[in-house]
């Protein structure tokens, strides 16, 4: 840009020099419009291929469908684990963008009412299902969230869509029983439907002091690194089994 200012005011001396003035003015005023017209349309060709080849590199699209936990309450977007997921991935050469689709408060039949929306509106080729947590917290029958997350994976798989099922387990003190049944769920759907399974999707992070919030239930920042680093290679894992299907 400065040595185009100088041929430009160079140039604007010798026609001063060797022209009438007011035509050296008029092809001054020519030929600065001429250096920012070329100019414009190259930036706007450049961002144009930049726009196309960021596009092409990506290989798929991954949505993080869930709760809070994938919403990411109380931190940053960019502290949420699918912004620290997506990243990871990019890093190690996995093109996938990673989509946020997280609802605070939401249970297992929320996500079932709205899975059609996600499948349609962010046309997911992997879906992370995290969902659950919420029926736990309210004493719901681990039934109903067994039909729910069948349902679920049931219509991703027929939509041929990838999905990684992120585990959960429930307090104890909700009772053994109860804890029981709900923490068998996850294992169950992932080998009925033959899907990858994250064990406990807040394995190292759950009830450690300083990785969760003041509520004692939400990952902190640096809670939620831990978390992409335990899941990671079942998300690996979940991507390979998309590109070599």
Known sequence: MLETTHRKRRFAGELKAHCHPIKAAIAVLCLTMIIMGCGGEQDAGNSETAAVENAQDYKGTIAAVGDSLTAGYGVDESEAYPALLEAKLLADGYRFKVINAGVSGETSSGTLSRIDWVMSTLQPDVVILETGAND??????????????????????ENDIQVILAGMRMLPNLGPQYTKAFNAVYPEIARDHDIVLIPFFLEGVAGKRGLNQSDGIHPTAEGYTRIVDNIYPH????VKRYLNR
Do not use: C, S, Y
């Open 136 to 157: 736990g917290l309210r004493g719901i029958n681990p039934d109903v969230l067994r039909e729910n997350l069948g349902n679920i994976v049931r219509i991703l798989k």
């Open 235 to 238: 998300i690996v894992e979940g």
